[in-house]
């Protein structure tokens, strides 16, 4: 990650250059290793979006843009509620689940 600018700059690099690695296993890569500034936008995050009117309908998958707009909202919400993207996505995930797994 030295060679990154930030963990969005980090996430680009691991999406386009890593085979089968999208931005929400980059995103979890990074969330993993330290970096809170990214969101892991899964199944569970994203039917609380939806629930609450943030996105429209459930996305089977995520091209790169949909998956930086839904993320702008969620960054928008987390600056609102005084949160960082990853305690945001931490918390609507266990809203979901129940369950805090590291």
Known sequence: TE???????ARGW???N???VGYKESS????NV????????????????????????LPRS???GRYLEIERKLEELARKLG???GELDLY?????TGEVLK
């Open 3 to 9: 060679r990154f600018t930030d963990a969005r700059q």
């Open 62 to 64: 995520l091209a790169r």
């Open 34 to 57: 330290g970096f809170s500034d990214v969101a892991i936008l899964d199944r569970h995050v994203l039917s609380v979006l939806h629930e609450h009117g943030l996105i429209d309908g």
């Open 83 to 85: 949160l960082t993207l």
């Open 14 to 16: 691991l999406a386009e």
């Open 18 to 20: 890593v085979k089968g």
């Open 92 to 96: 609507l995930w266990y809203s979901k």
């Open 28 to 31: 979890h890569f990074l969330r």
